[in-house]
């Protein structure tokens, strides 16, 4: 997400908390009272949103000093300093609330995804992230899972064909909605990659043979019937000569995501990283 990109959101966010003014702060507080304050980290796991509490800060008082100790990725223990702000005591209480909230939420997920790719790390399979989101901080939420180790799936429903279980049934069918899909992007000029999701290895064998997806979803399959469907798509690449990455989706947990991993899927998509997480507890103290 870019800086101007994410203006537009602290804007929101101030404007939500002040709106006319921060009237406890402004009734016991000196306007040219200087002080310092630093981000207390109260749990361990794995620091995201930084960079995004430089730009809160920068974007409401620029003559705000920054002292960073620790970064986006790293991980952290109770105790550990982040950062510290040092100017306004007034703008530092204004903004405390709305920058805290941020980097909990993100260093939550963060946290969280580096939970269940440290599970998988040794296999070659990826955690992924879902739409599972809250809206208006997608950008921010799945940055905050590419920070934990997982990778991102799609961003939105317009940077790649995604083929659930709803448009199967309504296009009439597994072929009938994929060559649907590969038609629509050849008629738009569109370079889009296409997944469709299966319930059943019926429906992967028919996938398989229109020869249209890159990705197959295994939607609930268990654990071993994934090993199976593993089976059915690497015979199929061997005997066509064209790579289909395999998913496994639909209420896998940190007890059996490694089952999975080593089933031999490539991605696991976990939508818990985004709304099942617990935000990480820090706090923003004065310095003394």
């Not at 966010?13 to 402004?26: K, M, P, V």
């Amino acid at each position: 997400m870019t800086k101007d990109e994410l203006r537009p959101l602290i804007q929101l966010w101030f404007s939500e908390d002040i709106r006319e003014g921060d009237h406890t702060s402004l009734s016991c507080i000196p306007k040219d009272l200087q002080g310092c304050q630093q981000l207390i980290i109260k749990a361990e796991g794995i620091l995201a949103g930084v960079e995004v509490a430089k730009e809160v800060i920068r974007y409401f008082d620029p003559t705000l000093q920054i002292e960073l100790y620790l970064h986006d990725g790293d991980k952290v223990k109770k105790g550990d300093i982040a950062f510290r702000v040092t100017g306004s005591e007034l703008s530092l209480l204004q903004i405390e609330r709305t920058m805290l909230n941020i980097m909990q939420l993100m260093s939550g997920i963060a946290t969280t995804t580096h939970r269940y790719q440290s599970l998988i790390s040794d296999t070659g399979c990826y955690v992924l992230d879902t739409r599972k989101t809250t809206p208006g901080l997608r950008y921010l939420e799945k940055e905050a899972v590419r920070i934990g180790g997982g990778k991102n799936h799609r961003i939105g429903l317009f940077d790649m064909i995604l083929l659930k279980d709803n448009h199967v049934d309504f296009a009439g069918g597994i072929t009938a909605a994929l060559e649907g899909a590969k038609r629509y992007c050849q008629e738009k000029g569109l370079n889009l990659r296409i997944e469709i999701e299966t319930r059943n290895f019926a429906e992967l064998r028919e996938a398989l043979t229109t020869g249209i997806p890159d990705r197959v979803m295994l939607d609930n399959y268990t654990p071993e019937d994934t090993r199976e469907a593993v089976q059915i798509v690497r015979q199929w690449e061997q005997q066509n000569g064209k790579k289909v990455e395999i998913e496994s989706s639909g209420g896998i947990t940190l007890d059996t995501i490694r089952d999975y991993a080593l089933a031999g899927v490539d991605y696991v998509s976990v939508g818990a990283l985004t709304h099942s997480f617990k935000a990480l507890d820090m706090s923003f103290k004065a310095v003394k």
